[in-house]
């Protein structure tokens, strides 16, 4: 009998606010901020420290949550997202790179960016992102089949920050 994994998931978003050179804000800074898109997941808190709301996921049961689609493989599950991120300045013209990173590491279980993974880490996700303008990203989630929910978290905390280039 296969062992499902039935978890009530949500991504803990965390935008920040760089300097342009990666220092933490002071005047002239880069602020990253958290937006829901239409064909994206349901976006609540504020764009700095949204939370991404994923639902209930499983290996075999759809999820519900509108903008949220899982896509099985024969040894894991995606929980697939899109969200909008918008790198702003208002003493900064240009483009921007963005990177994410984990607060802390989930064993078993892959997060990924744009198809890059995500650490504890700063990871480069996007590189030449307008500042200003929203960003069209895709969030992954995967999970092992069979992967025991308690050692999933209920909230993955994953932060956001942008250079300039």
Known sequence: MRKTCVLLASLL???????????PATTGSIAVTVVQLPEGAVISGAASAAIAELGTV??????TSPGVRIVRHATSYVVVTIIG???ASSGVSGTVALQAYLNAPIPGV??????????????LFAAHVPLN????????????????PQLIPSQIPVEFQAQEE
């Open 85 to 87: 991120l918008r790198a």
């Open 133 to 148: 303008i929203v960003s069209r990203h895709q969030l992954e989630l995967e999970i092992p089949n069979g992967m025991s």
């Open 13 to 23: 978003l965390i935008g920040a606010a760089k300097s342009s050179a990666g220092m």
């Open 58 to 63: 499983s290996s075999n049961v759809r999820t």
């Open 110 to 123: 892959s997060v990924r960016l744009d198809g890059v993974d995500l650490s504890t880490f700063p990871q």
